[in-house]
């Protein structure tokens, strides 16, 4: 029962101390929870409150059951009604007796609501409330789950005539949520990407279970593809130095999976030692140990670039930690919709639980099952970046700049390197374009000969993104606790043409997030720093751009 207790205290504990909401349960040495298993409670209990309100409330059982508070209330409802395996609790527990008391009720106040809104099914009311819940917070942009296809075990063709045989497949966002029918678009920017509706569940699907797809955000697949680009193969080693959970090195070990004929091998670090082993479970799951290297608790700064296993490391992959300020619905703790009635005070735990408290080994261990899937998706999307925007000023995005900026040179020092990319999940100039022009005005740069990558040198998928690099501060933090330093970068046209920006609440189904890609080029550098870059699948830069994929989807 320390479950529902826990959530409790997450919800209405300060959140001063910042971070991610995720992180500040899983960092958290107070709560006696699962931290998978709280983070899943919380989330899905999140997604039905409204529903729930009106059930709790037509079933008039905070009135009478003096140990209820509204959240306690909520959560435990919610997994009564909702969760496979039910309350995780004894039968004997007064709290779970709470809400058992009035099953038959409650059931019947469920039904109703879900034949009020006409659904047939619990996923078509998931849907309908989800919808429900849009219009009441004001959101207009569609926000679909995105699937990677990992070509480390499968391959998109593959996916569409299994996991995907019963989707029609659409041209368009917005379709994918029309009614009784599932629907996938393939993406037109990112190879092997699809989209289908917001709150697909894939946690029974085989493919999910086996690691042939991965539930990744389509922002976080532009770093991978816009380092290895359209090459049929990829000369040289590569590298990942900000690198957990794992989304973007499994991407690049599928990146070099979809021909079969690289040889390259990836070197993947972190260093957060906890941090890493989480990064070491997702290559195992996606099958790509074979191809990548993890170096735990390595901090990318503290590598030597002449360190003998990295002399042939040609493209390195950086994705420093940043502000987060363009992740979308992430960092923020939810806020619930409250049923109304109770007559017990909120802090009614402290008064009642007192030395009580049930501990973990009393509660069933078959919910582990239930929150599977949200254990791993807690680490997917753009998680590598963990911090929250709603704690920043100036001077720390200040901070987080200057380390991006050293990053990125120390990067650039690696000797047979030719390629690297950056990028945030941050909708700040300063973490972003002002980064690119330090670094194109360092020592480094210029002694190498490193540049920023073209539009026309990116490749064709990314080449067509619209959204490009800005010279002045657009936007401040969601929430508007945050205004970045009053900036404005020295890039030219072509340069900021060479950045892509995603935003959040457009019409691309995205938060906010920024790339750009760095080249290595001789005729630039300064006399004896000029190693050869032709490094990719025929080592001439004349037919480098004619090196491109044909005919590919995600």
Known sequence: MSLYYDAVTVLTAPTSTGGSFKSRIYNSRSLKSSPAQLYALIIE??????????VIEAAGILKVEPKLTPRLALFLVHDHLLAKNGIAAAASHPLRQAIERHKTRLKAEFTKARVRRGCASIPDLKDAVRREKDSINGVSALYPRWVRINNVRTDLNTELQSTFASYRKVDTLPELVEKDEFRVRIDPHIPDLVAVAPGVDFSTSPAYRNGEIILQDKASCFPAYLLLGDQEVWQGDLMDGCAAPGNKTTHMASLL???KKSRSHIFSMDASPMRAKTLQKMVSAAGAD??????PGQDFLALDPLDPRFENVTGLLLDPSCSGSGIIGRDAVPTLVLPSGST???KQRRGSQGKKRKRRHDEPEDRQEQTAEASVA???DTDENELSSSHLDPERLTKLSNVQTRIVEHALSFPAATRITYSTCSVHLVENEAVVSRILASDVAKRRGWRIM?????PQGLRAWKHRGVRTEESRARDGAVQAPDIKVDLSDEELEGCLRCWPGDDEGLGGFFVAGFIRDKELAWDGEADDPGR?????EEDEEDAEWEGFSD
């Open 45 to 54: 209990a999140s997604k039905w409150d409204v529903l729930l309100k009106e």
């Open 536 to 540: 990719f699948s025929n080592g001439n």
């Open 454 to 458: 073209r539009r026309d040198e990116q």
């Open 290 to 295: 074979p191809l990548v290297s993890v170096l």
């Open 344 to 346: 017990a005070p909120e």
């Open 378 to 380: 807690a680490n997917s």
């Open 257 to 259: 999976c979809r021909t």
